[in-house]
């Protein structure tokens, strides 16, 4: 089964455009404060995302549509908006690079969920294959936003 559940709920990490890893303001954060306002992001959006799918998880009735619906609704734009919150901080001038280019890798992933979910639906979410997230979680593993990357 495809880790999409599981990515998106970890990554719950809206709009088509990701910033680049801090605006013009402020001095550049230090790698441990970059790390703990990034997964302080993503706790904040996960317990949102959690919030708004604790009834449709926990209803019998629920159908496996419902929940691609509800990824496509909810999930999706919650880690978009992840990355655009994450894309507002200003990292260590050492791992701008670095950052612009995982936000990119998750933008990328995002994008690739989000396709794979309207044209196919279910069959997507339910399909084996490769995970479109993995290249985010390794860059942001190695950025210690461990809260931002899904499960290995």
């Not at 959006?45 to 449709?56: I, P, S």
């Not at 619906?69 to 200003?90: C, E, M, S, T």
């Amino acid at each position: 089964m495809r880790r999409i559940a599981l990515c998106l709920f970890a990554l719950a990490v809206a709009g088509a455009g990701v910033g680049c890893g801090g605006g013009d303001s402020g001095p550049p954060l230090t790698a441990d404060e970059f790390a703990k306002q990034g997964n302080a992001i993503c706790k904040a959006n996960d317990a949102k995302l959690a919030d708004q799918g604790k009834n449709l998880l926990t209803d019998a009735n629920t159908t496996p549509d419902a929940i691609t619906k509800f990824y496509l609704d909810h999930a999706v734009p919650n880690a978009r908006d992840k990355l655009k919150q994450i894309g507002k901080l200003h990292p260590p001038t050492k791992d701008k690079d670095k950052v612009k280019k995982m936000l990119a890798a998750g933008k990328k992933g995002i994008d690739a969920v989000e396709s794979g979910l309207k044209k196919q639906g279910t069959a997507y979410r339910l399909a084996k294959g490769s995970d479109p997230l993995k290249d985010f979680n390794a860059q942001a593993k190695a950025l210690k936003l461990t809260d931002c990357a899904g499960p290995d």
